[in-house]
């Protein structure tokens, strides 16, 4: 069966500090992979999707990035944060068949 | 345990048909709920509700929410066949910046 993972759980971070969450797949090949935030008070928004290794979409302009250096692995970065980075992030993945999104357990960033 | 309950799991109906999606959920702490449309890639929000009784609107696609019941309708008037997607419903607790997402249905519109 296929499982997501994704972290840290929580991470606590001074502002102009980098970022790193990481994700990982298994038990699947050539997924889609997401990276979505939730800021408070706001529903998901789609920050990056990747289709394939080397593959990446922005869906909207930040200090964010993302890579994805395997096929089953998607990591979000930031070089310096900023206070408005704080927000649930979001992993998730699906086939390219539309099936279901499966998303990760989540990260809770709190940038201070 | 938050729990969010979509029904049906899926559904089939023919271009032009009018159909309604249900979203039940327990949850405590409740701030809103929401709605997604899931198609090859991405879920595309469609909409937040957080008062009961207010519908909102976008052309075809309405929703409503209950918050006495604690359930969710969403209506697709007139549908097409790109209306044929996944519909997922979460519901977002106070506090918590967290969501709980129901399982979706999956709607197959046929021409």
């Known amino acids: 069966s296929q499982t997501i993972h994704q972290w840290p759980a929580t991470l606590v971070q001074p502002v102009g500090s980098p970022l790193s969450l990481e994700c990982t797949v298994e038990g699947t090949s050539n997924p889609n992979l997401y990276w979505y935030r939730q800021a408070a008070g706001r529903g998901l928004q789609l920050l990056f999707y990747?289709?394939?290794?080397?593959?990446i979409s922005s869906e909207v302009p930040q200090n964010l990035s993302a890579s994805r250096p395997q096929d089953r692995q998607f990591i979000l970065s930031s070089k310096k944060l900023l206070l408005s980075d704080s927000g649930f992030y979001l992993c998730?993945?699906?086939?390219?068949?539309?099936?279901?999104?499966?998303f990760g357990e989540g990260s809770w960033l709190t940038v201070v | 345990e938050d729990k969010v309950v979509q029904s049906p799991l899926s559904l089939v109906v023919h271009e032009g048909d009018t159909v309604t999606l249900n979203c039940s959920y327990e949850v405590t702490n409740f701030r809103s709920l929401l709605w997604y449309k899931q198609e090859k890639k991405a879920p595309t929000f469609l909409f937040m509700l957080?008062?009961?009784?207010i519908e909102k609107k976008s052309g075809r696609l309405s929703s409503i929410l209950d918050k006495k019941e604690l359930f969710s309708i969403l209506n697709i008037r007139a549908t097409q066949t790109g209306d044929s997607a996944i519909y997922l419903c979460a519901v977002e607790a106070r506090g918590y910046s967290t969501l709980t997402f129901g399982k979706g249905t999956m709607l197959l519109v046929s021409p």
């Open positions: 957080t008062s009961s009784g």
């Open positions: 998730a993945w699906n086939q390219e068949s539309g099936n279901t999104i499966y």
């Open positions: 990747s289709v394939g290794i080397g593959q």
